[in-house]
């Protein structure tokens, strides 16, 4: 066997890790299909030794297609390139570590299972999952296709060991604005900032209070709404736990933390935040920012046609260099026991190559510009291609890392249910409690650091130890 650690010798990348999964996301982004004849490297090749081999997939969504002339790319390669095909274990989404765990001490046949930060490093503690460093040649990992990757893979490596081979980024916690808005006030256009490398929180938080200081009488306005205390938190480049030299490492009492605890309260003490969810940017205006996911910019659009709407990363830290983002990575994770470790490995990599070949991403940037209209012809969601092409640069620039965040697979104690929100967990509170009651004492500030912190290092005791919580 030849070792991952061979084939990332000499990467200096150091990348802060974090996946986080919103309330309101999509499983995954739409599939696209393309026939096996339209991709060269199919032709006149020789019969895998997984030819004719099921990869039975366990999850609450299925990645197989509904139709089978609807065949996602990645699952047509496995099948023309290698032979192989999956076959879909529907299970419920709040039950679904459970019905793993049962599966895997009954001996049922599961051989693949969706990667979740909730699941990494608790689940491998568990032992309900195969490293994949056996399957070098199979996942081509000399192959330059992998180059983006190769931090993230290193830094998910755990004890010594790839259990996580991540093949895609999506799904970035992003601000939705309206340039229109942006200039009808006076304001710079944030996205311009961010390119200059200027979008900062200084900049964002003087934008948000010129734009409610000039409140007309008898109205309301806010500088932003949504769910805005993780991402906020992580674009301080620092996790809540990290991995170091072996050992899990607790973060929360670290300046940057205490920093953006500070941030939040500040601003729900000066009236700027209001916690309302919405499922696009406001069409009255009277918000200048929204905090949410990918998945509501195409609404967003539909809603104000003539708003001019961009979008940008969450700004960086006062002394940041880089920005950080929230995004989540896609991955497979191969089962305990499973024999079919080359087929899962070939598959990952047809993932790859769909995420990476020009053709595949042409075919997907098609996709993604489809406007959507109901029964009646009314757009309901569309991305423009300047949209588009702005969310690829910032979840695949190399000065944008994307967060990968221990802290999320530990306890439910210190990250809760990746479903039903446990309120009191540790990243739950820090990114929540301060922003709603806008109290940024000394005080209150060193409590909830204190207390959370108490928690962290409980928890990761076991893990350090070589031993996992039930």
């Not at 970035?172 to 944030?190: A, C, F, H, N, V």
Request: aromatic content about 10%; glycine content about 6%.
């Amino acid at each position: 066997m030849r070792n991952f650690t061979r084939i990332f010798a000499g990467i200096c990348a150091v990348i802060t890790v974090f996946s986080v999964t919103g309330c309101n996301k999509k499983k995954s982004d739409k599939q696209i299909t393309q026939s096996s004849q339209q991709s060269e490297e199919l032709e006149g090749q020789p019969l895998s030794p997984v030819d004719g081999q099921v990869i039975y997939w366990m999850s609450d969504y299925d990645i197989t297609g509904s139709e089978e002339d609807n065949v996602p790319t990645a699952l047509q390669l496995l099948r023309d390139k290698y032979g192989a095909s999956i076959q879909y274990l529907n299970i419920d989404v709040a039950d679904k570590y459970n019905v793993l765990e049962n599966s895997i001490h009954a001996g049922d046949t599961v051989d693949m299972f969706p990667y979740d930060p909730s699941l990494f490093p608790q689940g491998v503690a568990r032992d309900w999952f195969e490293p994949l460093d056996n399957y070098y040649d199979q996942l081509d990992m000399e192959n330059t296709m992998w180059d983006e990757m190769r931090p993230a893979i290193e830094a998910l490596s755990y004890n010594g060991s790839h259990y996580v081979i991540p093949f895609d980024i999506s799904e970035p916690s992003l601000i939705i604005y309206s340039r229109q808005l942006m200039k009808s006030e006076g304001l710079q256009d944030p996205y311009q900032l961010y390119l200059d490398g200027k979008w900062n929180w200084d900049t964002f938080s003087q934008m948000m209070k010129t734009f409610v200081d000039r409140t007309p009488e008898d109205a309301e306005r806010f500088g932003i709404k949504g769910l805005i205390g993780k991402p906020l938190m992580q674009s301080t480049g620092q996790p809540i736990v990290s991995l170091e030299n072996g050992q899990l490492k607790n973060n929360v009492s670290s300046p940057k933390i205490n920093e953006a605890e500070s941030f939040m309260a500040n601003l729900s003490e000066s009236g700027l935040y209001d916690n309302e969810t919405c499922a696009c940017f406001p069409s009255d205006f009277s918000t200048l920012f929204l905090g949410a996911g990918q998945w509501a910019l195409g609404k967003s659009n539909a809603v104000n046609p003539q708003g001019d709407i961009m979008i940008v990363p969450y700004p960086k830290s006062a002394d940041a260099t880089d920005y950080t983002v929230t995004a989540d990575y896609q991955a497979r994770m191969l089962v305990k026991n499973s024999d079919k470790g080359e087929a899962v490995a070939d598959y990952i990599k047809c993932e790859r190559m769909v995420a990476y070949e020009q053709k595949f991403r042409d075919a997907a940037k098609q996709n993604a510009l489809a406007v959507e209209k109901d029964a009646k012809g009314i757009t309901e969601s569309f991305i423009t291609q300047e949209q588009y092409d702005a969310i690829q640069k910032i979840t695949h620039n190399t000065k944008t890392p994307a967060m990968i965040d221990f802290a999320y697979g530990i306890s439910d104690a210190v990250s809760g249910n990746t479903v039903y929100y446990t309120p009191q967990s540790v990243v739950n509170r820090l990114a929540r409690e301060l922003l709603a009651s806008g109290d940024n004492s000394d005080d209150t500030r060193n409590a909830l650091i204190t207390q959370t912190s108490q928690t962290v290092d409980t928890e990761l005791a076991a893990f350090n130890k070589g031993t996992s919580k039930n």
